[in-house]
């Protein structure tokens, strides 16, 4: 059994008296015998093996060549190297008692030239990680976006580009027909909400473009590529569970003045509400009607199509903080900003963001109150901290008491009546953090990017004693 000293996060939080905390040790039980416990990667942040077998750049292997633009000049190259060690890694899955694994396909992997004939090195490669997967009795969840274009793609405008959802479909058809036969789980995009806005409007991620209008047609691609991506597969595999991610915060107003009262409405619509609308038949949300107007402006083909309405067997939502937002007349766009946590009394993690569990539970129940989602796993949470080895082991307290806390959360909600499926962890190991390189870890193993030794943290320990006593 694994020690864990009660930490200055839980007594922070308990300070906030969330009563679902205080209900007795935790059970993985409590959650149901027929509940997903995962860990979730993506294929750039773990697989390395950039230009091995085959794969093209993708964006991300070209924006980080860009000076300034990530932490240590980190680049996504070689990362954990999962592309050779994927069987240790999946051995670690199943030994810390998951019992499925969430992970990409890289598109530029599968397609070289992001379109045309798909390339077998490719396809082998990611059959070898779902075979291996069933072989230990892990249920595989594919992503098929996580974020990285075929550069070759980017140069003709990504997803900026009117034909990006042409070459999305013929990219999801290659992977239904490949792996169908043995996937039955699907998430079309992760996020698009980060990969839209980091990417295309704040330049934050690859491919680094800061351009208003660009964004909004990359919404309005997204929008439309999530749904379509559910036909591809619902026509092409017989009994696929299709889900698509999101990620969401809670938003709370810095004050209870008007300007950050709207301030915080605006933010809300981008972060939580732009693509579930739209997925659900509702249209692109209206009720602020500036923002909408400004965004029309922008860009005039910009409106609601049944294009973006896909009828999803299940929601994948990620969470892993609330936001504090005020009005800020510089801001472009916006006008609004995000109060730092660590400026406030609040814990937060190494990454500056506010643990807060109330507000997981607050944000999964408001998504279930839209209607219309039939179930939703929380297809990643977690936490990045400044681990530190003493006597060859990682006492990361501060994550064991994330995890504990945010899953008394989900229980909460849970019992709420929310139809939750599904939970997994960010990340199984330490990884590349996109512009944070390799200085935010998330792992619940650790990794010496030098040697690529792998350590289990106590929070991998803490998970296989969870886990263990489901019975
Ligand atoms: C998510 C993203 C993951 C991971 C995580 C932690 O937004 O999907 O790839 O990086 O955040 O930052």
Not at 221 to 235: M, N
């Amino acid at each position: 059994m694994v020690e864990v000293e009660k930490s200055r996060i839980l007594e922070m939080l308990s300070e906030q008296s969330f009563s679902f905390l205080n209900q007795g040790p935790l059970k993985a039980a409590a959650f149901g015998p027929d509940f997903h416990f995962g860990v979730a990667i993506s294929a750039t942040q773990n697989e390395g093996a950039a230009t091995i077998d085959g794969r093209s750049p993708s964006i991300w292997d070209v924006y980080a060549r860009r000076k300034g633009v990530i932490r240590n000049k980190a680049k996504p190259t070689v990362t954990c190297d999962f592309y050779h060690r994927y069987k240790d890694d999946l051995l670690l899955v199943k030994a810390l008692g998951f019992s499925c694994f969430r992970f990409s396909i890289s598109w530029s992997r599968i397609l070289p030239d992001g379109t045309g004939k798909a390339n077998v090195a490719g396809i082998n490669f990611d059959n070898d990680v779902i075979n291996e997967c069933l072989r230990l009795g892990l249920i595989p969840f594919v992503t098929l976006y996580h974020w990285d274009l075929p550069q070759v793609l980017q140069q003709e405008g990504g997803w900026a580009s009117p034909l990006i959802n042409r070459w999305f479909r013929h990219f999801v058809k290659i992977c239904a027909k490949a792996f169908g036969n043995r996937v039955k789980y699907w998430l079309v995009l992760n996020e698009p909400v980060g990969f839209t806005s980091l990417g295309y409007m704040l330049g934050k991620h690859a491919p680094g473009k800061r351009n208003l209008e660009q964004f909004l047609k990359t919404v309005h691609h997204a929008a439309i590529a999530q749904a379509e991506g559910g036909h591809v597969l619902r026509e092409l595999v017989p009994n696929a569970q299709i889900g698509t991610c999101f990620s969401c915060s809670e938003i709370v107003p810095y004050t209870s003045k008007p300007a950050d009262l709207s301030a915080a409405r605006r933010i809300d619509l981008l972060i939580n509400r732009l693509f579930i609308e739209p997925l659900l038949g509702k249209g692109f949300p209206e009720d602020d009607k500036g923002l909408m107007d400004k965004m029309a402006r922008q860009n005039l083909s910009w409106r609601f199509t049944e294009r973006m309405q896909f009828d999803m067997d299940f929601i994948g939502l990620q969470n892993y903080f609330p936001l504090v937002i005020r009005h800020n007349p510089f801001m472009p766009f916006v006008q609004a900003s995000v109060v730092k946590a660590s400026s406030r009394k609040v814990p937060f993690t190494s990454l500056d963001w506010e643990i807060n569990p109330g507000s997981f539970l607050q944000i999964i129940k408001r998504f279930w109150k839209y209607g219309g989602i039939r179930e939703i796993m929380i297809t990643e949470n977690g936490a990045a901290f400044k681990d530190r080895f003493s006597q060859g082991r990682i006492n990361d307290t501060e994550r064991i008491d994330y995890f504990k806390s945010h899953l008394s959360a989900l229980l909460q909600a849970k019992k709420e009546g929310v139809n939750l499926k599904g939970y997994f962890a960010w990340t199984l190991m330490d990884n590349f953090e996109w512009a944070e390189g390799f200085d935010a870890r998330f792992g619940l193993v650790h990794v010496d990017f030098n040697t690529q030794l792998r350590t289990v943290k106590n929070s991998g320990y803490w998970w296989r004693d969870f886990l263990n006593s489901y019975s």
